[in-house]
């Protein structure tokens, strides 16, 4: 039988609140830059204009349907060489999990957008709203609401995937787990705690995700 | 009375093959209230749409007061997003579904075009609403949302939101036609005092007697065109058209089956 014992990890306590704050310093970043090409790519695709709309459609097809793990490998290896030009290990990680997430969040925006009853843009049209005006003060307002449940269910995805930016060793949670367990060879209270972490950072908002959807529902 | 504030010429729209305006030509007098009816189908949204631009016409030139769009057909040739909102911004429109904002109160409804089109301050844009309110009834609504509102009310707010732009003309189309019928009445009640005030006016509506009563002149569309037209109580009285005469005979003086069956909308 296995002696567990967690006494050990308080030692690393440092190490482990630097890898924490890595973490949802990468989060922020993640899902700010994500929502951003989100937006523009779920806006852009709703363009009749197939110049607007095809590159933005390849592009979530793309991302969509790779994984996320070779993304960020291309991104780090491939692109510089191929584009010519330095790019550091966050800057890399960052822009594929951006971009990665971007797709997602932009068909949960699409989809929000065409949800509107089309009555909706109109009668703001008939009132002599530009479509900036009409996006930003009726449509978008009434998709935010049906979207902010599956923006907020992408955004918790979003923060487990920065748990790959330690291939890249870069020093987020999971990387500093690895560290730990290098030097202590107790990688199951190491792994359990990280995934306490987790848990402990993500159960508020998945609580929050569960009483906004009871909320649109009505 | 004989100055035009609407003047359409040759406006011509199709859909892919279905030719739904076939050239129509027609002008409404200032201070004048037009009926403009036909069965399901015959172009009146469509007409109605193209004289606000809500549907760019394929040919043919529209004239709201002192603002005339022209169109050639060139795709090109069209003019600004600017442009055509500021002579949508001119032109009220009443929808059958009301279309009201849902997120915004009843007040903000009726202050949103005013603000963000007219860009007035908004204290301003508030003492107008309220007073637009009060002109349909409904100053006690002003700080519920829509869907607590009856459709009847709900219709009224719609009015008084196209009535904020100060627009020269009013469009409706078929504003009563979603209404159970014991809310029609408020409506139209608040149609006519618009007419009275001396509002330019073209409503498309299957009420042919409230159209016979309101309007100073009717038209009747009949496949893209318009069949005939003339003084209000000539046309409904004594068509000269058989088309005219098919369509208005099915009526009898009642209302055709509304399309949607009636909602009750409670807080
Ligand atoms: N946006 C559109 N796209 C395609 N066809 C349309 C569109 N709007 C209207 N039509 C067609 O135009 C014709 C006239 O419709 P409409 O103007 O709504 O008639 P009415 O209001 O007199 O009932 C119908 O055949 C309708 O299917
Ligand atoms: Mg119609």
Redesign the interface.
Known sequence: MYQWNFAFLVDFRGLLLSGVLYTLGYTVLCIVLGLLFGLIAGIGQLSPSKWINSPLKAYVEIFRCTPVLIQLIWFYYALPSLLGIEMSASTAAILALSLYGGAFYSEIIRGGIISI?P??P??????????F?IMH??VL??AL?RMTPPLLNQSIMQLKNTSLVSVLALPDLVYQGQLIVHETYRPLETYTLIALIYLAILLPTTTLVKRLETRTAL | MTEAMIEIDGLHKQFGDNVVLKGISMRVAKGTVVALIGSSGSGKSTLLRCINLLTIPDAGSVRVGSHVMTYSGDSTQLPKDREQAAFRANTGMVFQHFNLFPHMTVLHNVMEGMVTVLRKPRAQAEQEAIALLEKVGLRDKAGEFPHCLSGGQKQRVAIARALAMQPQVMLFDEATSALDPELVGEVQAVMRALADDGMTMIIVTHEISFARELADEVVFMGDGVVVESGPAKDVIDNPRQSATRLFLSRFNGKSPGRDESPRVNRC
């Open positions: 009853d009555g909706q109109e009668a703001a049209r008939a009132l002599g709203m530009t479509k005006q003060r009726v307002p009434q609401r």
